[in-house]
C-alpha cells in the first residue's frame, strides 16, 4: 500500500461549485498534512497545513483530518477556473519521518 | 527573505555527461528534499538531507545518482552518466527542521533534458 494515495482525477466541477479533493494515508503515526497546489510547469506551492482533526478554513479553502479514519481532504468552495490544477497531498511518514506526497489529482474547473 | 532557489532552471546534457543540479534553501533552513517528476505525474521522493548528512537516500537509484548538502553552500544532486530516462523535472524542497509538522517550501525547479 502506498504511503499517501490519491485519486489521480481529473476532477471536473463548474464554476461556482465546490471541489472535494481526498487523500488518505497509510502511517498511523503521522501527525501532520499537507496540501500543495501545482499549476501545469510550475513547482508546487504550499496552501494550507492541518495538525490536528477537524476542519481548518482559509479563505475558499477548507482542510479536513480524520486520524481515525486516516483521511484527508481539501474543499474549495466557489471554484474558479483560476484554481484548476494539481492538488498534492502530503504527510510526513516513514522510518526517517521524511515528506511524502501522493500522485496529486488533476483539478479541472469549467466556466 | 529570498525562496529556495535552484540553478540551473533548464539543464541540457547529452547522453554520457554529467549533470549538477543546485539547490539552495530559504535562510534558517537545514533540510533539503529532491523530488524527481516525470510529464504527467506525481512527485517522487529520492534524498533528504541534512546539513552534512544524508538522513534518507531510499529512492535515488543505486547506480550514477548521488547527492551532498556541505555545511557552506548549496545542496547538489549529481547524475553521472545520463540517459534519456534521465529527462525530469527534478525539484527541492526545504525545511527549517526535520521534525514531524514543519512547512517545506519548493524551488521553481530544473528541467533536465537529456538529448
Known amino acids: 500500500q502506498k ?4 485519486n489521480s482525477g481529473p476532477l471536473s466541477v463548474p464554476e461556482g461549485a465546490i471541489a472535494s479533493l481526498n487523500c488518505t494515508y497509510s502511517d498511523r503515526g503521522s501527525q ?7 499549476y501545469s510547469g510550475k513547482s508546487p506551492e504550499l496552501i494550507m497545513s492541518i495538525y490536528s482533526n477537524g476542519d481548518k ?5 477548507t482542510a479536513q483530518l480524520n486520524k481515525a479514519s486516516q483521511y484527508v481532504s481539501l474543499l474549495i468552495r466557489d471554484s ?5 490544477a494539481t492538488y498534492l497531498c502530503a504527510g510526513y511518514g516513514g522510518a526517517t519521518n521524511k515528506l511524502i506526497f501522493g500522485t496529486g ?3 479541472a474547473v469549467q466556466p | 527573505n529570498a525562496g529556495v532557489m535552484q540553478n540551473p532552471r533548464h539543464l541540457v546534457r547529452r547522453r554520457g555527461q554529467e549533470a549538477r ?3 539552495s534553501p530559504m535562510k534558517g533552513h537545514s533540510h533539503v528534499y529532491w523530488y524527481r517528476q516525470l510529464p504527467e505525474e506525481g512527485l517522487k521522493f529520492m534524498v533528504y538531507l541534512q546539513k552534512e548528512n544524508i538522513i534518507d537516500e531510499s529512492g535515488m537509484p543505486k547506480e550514477r545518482f548521488s547527492a551532498e548538502f556541505p555545511k557552506e553552500g548549496p545542496s547538489i544532486l549529481r547524475i553521472q552518466q545520463v540517459v534519456r530516462g534521465d529527462s525530469a523535472a527534478y525539484f527541492c524542497a526545504s525545511s527549517p527542521i526535520g521534525t514531524e509538522g514543519t512547512e517545506a517550501f519548493f524551488g521553481q525547479g530544473t528541467r533536465l533534458t537529456v538529448v
Open chain 1, 3 to 6: 504511503e499517501v494515495e490519491q
Open chain 1, 32 to 38: 501532520s498534512f499537507f496540501w500543495y497546489r501545482q
Open chain 1, 57 to 61: 478554513e482559509d479563505g475558499r479553502f
Open chain 1, 80 to 84: 474558479q477556473p483560476s484554481d484548476s
Open chain 1, 105 to 107: 489529482t488533476l483539478l
Open chain 2, 21 to 23: 543540479l543546485r539547490c
